[in-house]
């Protein structure tokens, strides 16, 4: 019937339509995707065309009677897919022709493997079988592999989009439906197949359409507002506008061991503590050169923000002329951790200095010999 | 024959291993603690020794009564049996009790050396290949009001415990003064804390015992123990205005020199350009570890390029190395003198470090680094640089 070339060009010619007619749909800038994808249709449908006229050029051995043995095989029509997401990608983005590339490699292993066992010998379920040792310990991994990503993927849309008092229910209740499903598949090892499948396909369908959902409704507002506030960067150190930051990611062992001082704020005073010197300080000495972690811990009513002055002149109305980095909004009795890392010594032309933001009068010297 | 050829190499090595244990000029010698938190170590490391000796002796001397006893003469081979549980139970049970008797004397050794309260001064050790860098944070009690920076020799005051806070700009490294307490590694992005005190004035030399690259044999140390006055005098001194040498000698021509060729990678505190404007170094767009030896009091200093070289010719230095220990303080602090320095090792190393110090610094092969030295590199300098730069480094005191 149809030749393996044909249903592959075949493949080729039909994902390329359906590759331009998405793209003529959603992207404005298609010159050289279209003119790309245009030829790729022409040429596809050429050589399938050809492929089908000349039964891909070969003439059957009448010896060697394969035909009985080939069963129907899908994956030139995958390659062909492949083909076409490698091409798409070269016009629109490098993850689509990454994507290609796989689906390409996946598809011609299958293929190759697939040609292979057909000819291992004249009984076809032999031949099956031969297939499915050499290729069920890739795929069935892959294949779970893959599945688990597009559960936690769907799964964090969902949970973006939610906001935290509801996303807490959700999680209790997707974990006791799990539950209640392998309760029921343990106490019924005997269930009918249909009914096991029905109940998985319900699950993916459920979370398939909230994660869809949930890409479709975007973050909660409070994550989509602390992403504009550019509170993960530590990009800002003017006047306060930081509401939201990630306290628990600042107390880890690893910080506290590492610190090379505690700086505290209290009643309105700013104090160096630094392991094995007993007074407080109001010089920091920082080597240089070399990240250096400190402790910024506020024991002021309010909320304040460290900041560390590295050089550069201040100047109120043009801030880019000073080199400033800091914490973020501290809590009365939070504590959180600023690394400094200073290339040059200080001395009378480049003096560096900790204040609190809004106070700027409290400081503490800054040397790095 | 063959046996007694055997035998003979076999007991020389033997013997040539025990003798150096005989040596006495073995300055990182772990069995001579001079200091009480390398005391602690040793109190610990005797009676184990001699315990473990004990029951080495009782295993050999067995082993050999055994193996002599019953030798194969011929005789039929004995009844097999499976063993004693009795015996088996007392022999485990014994060695089990050993250690944990070692174990409990272990911990409270470990715990004591990892006391940081009792803290009466702090220094923040720095690693980089090859050699180390010593600040030392503002201490008012100590007199250090401006902080001082050194490398090579820690100079600290005798009785004192002091805390190094250790870490590195690039590798892993180690800090290990066997006289005075154990090693602790320095890493990088961690601060280590590790105790010293001396009990006696004296230099103590160490080196870095974790491998760190090229030239991490050459990458040594010297703790310097100052008694307080003398180690008052020397904090002082750290911290004296520079003073730029008098116009018109070879040593200003030197300052004029090193304002071309090495201010870009060393600070010489308090040195200014010609125009007045303070020369800052800048080993962070230079040196891959951000870092170089601040040279401001050099010739305080008796060693250079991580403790490899002498400044002090051998005869100087034996001086201060052998001056009993209430005259070493003063001999220290008398720094280089024009005639006791090493011009021979101060002029290769200007005239060509990475020949006398292996060290990344081809200029060819600093893809990896971006572009940046690990080490100082060959400057290509005249004689006639050379001599006016060691006319000026002797003025760095
Ligand atoms: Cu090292």
Redesign the pocket.
């Known amino acids: 019937m149809f030749s393996t070339g044909f249903k592959y060009f075949f493949g080729v010619t039909v994902l390329s339509v359906v590759a331009l007619i998405i793209s003529l749909a959603f992207f404005d800038k298609l010159a050289l995707a279209g003119v790309a994808i245009s030829f790729l249709i022409g040429v596809g449908a050429l050589l399938a065309g050809i492929a089908a006229a000349t039964s891909d050029g070969t003439t059957r051995d009448a010896n060697l009677d394969t035909t009985e043995t080939t069963t129907q095989s899908m994956w030139p029509l995958v390659t062909g897919i492949g083909v076409v997401f490698v091409v798409l990608g070269l016009v629109t983005s490098s993850i689509v022709t990454f994507g290609g590339v796989v689906v390409l490699l996946a598809a011609l292993s299958e293929w190759m493997v697939q040609a292979w066992s057909e000819r291992a010998s004249t009984d076809s379920s032999f031949n099956f079988s031969v297939r499915k040792r050499l290729l069920n310990p890739i795929e069935f991994p892959v294949l779970a592999a893959v599945g688990l990503g597009v559960v936690i993927f769907m799964f964090s849309r969902i949970m973006l989009s939610v906001d935290k008092a509801t996303g807490a229910v959700l999680f209790i209740v997707a974990g006791a439906l799990v539950l209640v499903a392998g309760a029921l598949f343990a106490a019924r090892p005997n269930m009918k197949r249909s009914v096991g499948a029905s109940i998985c396909v319900l699950g993916a369908l459920g979370i398939g359409a909230g994660g869809i959902a949930g890409a479709v409704s975007g973050e909660r507002k409070d994550l989509v507002e602390a992403a504009a506030e550019g509170h993960f960067t530590h990009a800002e150190c003017g006047p306060e506008k930081s509401k939201y930051f990630d306290k628990g990611s600042e107390e880890t062992l690893s910080l506290r061991s590492s610190a090379l001082a505690t700086v505290t704020y209290r009643d309105g005073e700013l104090f160096v503590n630094i392991q094995g010197l007993k007074a407080e300080q109001k010089t920091l000495t920082v080597p240089r050169s070399n990240p250096s972690n400190i402790i910024f811990r506020n024991e002021t009513e309010g909320k304040f923000r460290l900041v560390a002055h590295l050089g550069g002149k201040k100047d109120a109305t043009d801030k880019s002329h000073s080199d400033e980095t800091c914490t973020q909004l501290v809590e009365f009795g939070a504590e959180q951790s600023l690394t400094l890392n200073i290339p040059k010594s200080s001395g009378p032309d480049n003096t560096y200095y900790l204040f609190i933001a809004g106070a700027e009068e409290k400081q503490i010297a800054v040397v790095v010999p | 024959m063959l046996n007694k050829r055997r035998f003979a190499i076999v007991s020389s090595i033997g013997i040539s291993a025990l003798l150096t244990g005989c040596a006495t000029n073995a300055p990182q010698d772990t069995w001579q603690p001079k200091g009480p938190n390398s005391k602690l170590i040793d109190d610990l490391q005797q009676p184990v020794f001699a315990v473990a000796g004990v029951i080495g002796l009782i295993v050999a001397v067995a082993v050999t009564y055994t193996i002599i006893k019953y030798r194969d003469r011929g005789q039929p081979i004995p009844e097999q049996i499976h063993g004693k549980p009795a015996l088996e139970i007392t022999l485990t049970i014994i060695p089990a009790l050993i250690l944990a008797v070692v174990a409990v004397f272990t911990f409270g050794a470990i715990f004591k050396l990892a006391k940081t309260d009792d803290t009466e001064m702090i220094i923040n050790v720095t ?1 980089q ?2 050699w180390w860098e010593y600040d030392y944070p503002v201490q008012n009690e100590y007199g250090i009001t401006q902080p001082i920076i050194t490398s090579g020799q820690l100079v600290m005051p005798v009785g004192t415990k002091v805390l190094l806070r250790e870490t590195s700009r690039d590798v892993i ?2 800090y290990w003064i066997p006289a005075l307490n154990g090693k602790r590694d320095a890493v990088p992005g961690r601060v280590h804390t590790l105790r010293l005190e001396a009990d006696e004035p004296g230099i103590y030399a160490g080196q ?1 015992t ?1 491998f ?1 690259g090229l030239s ?1 044999a050459n ?1 040594r140390m010297e703790a310097v123990a100052l008694s307080k006055e003398d180690f008052a005098k020397w904090v002082a001194n750290q911290q004296a205005p520079y003073v730029s040498p008098a116009a018109g000698t070879l040593a200003k021509q030197g300052e004029e020199v090193f304002l071309n060729q090495c201010v870009r990678c060393h600070q010489v505190n308090g040195l200014t350009r010609a125009d007045g404007t303070p020369a800052i170094a800048a080993p962070d767009e230079n040196v891959w570890s951000g870092a170089a030896p601040n040279l401001s009091y050099f010739m305080t200093r008796n060693t250079f390029a991580g403790a490899m070289f002498d400044l002090l010719s051998k005869q100087c230095r034996d001086e201060v190395w052998n001056a009993p220990s209430d005259k070493i303080g003063a001999k220290y602090l008398e720094g280089v003198t024009e005639d006791c320095l090493n011009q021979k090792d101060l002029r290769a190393w200007l005239r060509n470090a990475p020949e006398v110090k292996p060290m990344y610094a081809n200029p060819e092969n600093l893809a990896v680094s971006n572009g940046k030295y690990r080490g100082m590199p060959y400057l290509a300098l005249s004689e006639d640089d050379i001599s006016k730069l060691v006319a000026y480094l002797i003025t760095l005191k």
Request: proline share 0%; with cysteine.
């Open positions: 690693g290949q090859w490294h180690s870095c974790e760190c991490h990458m």
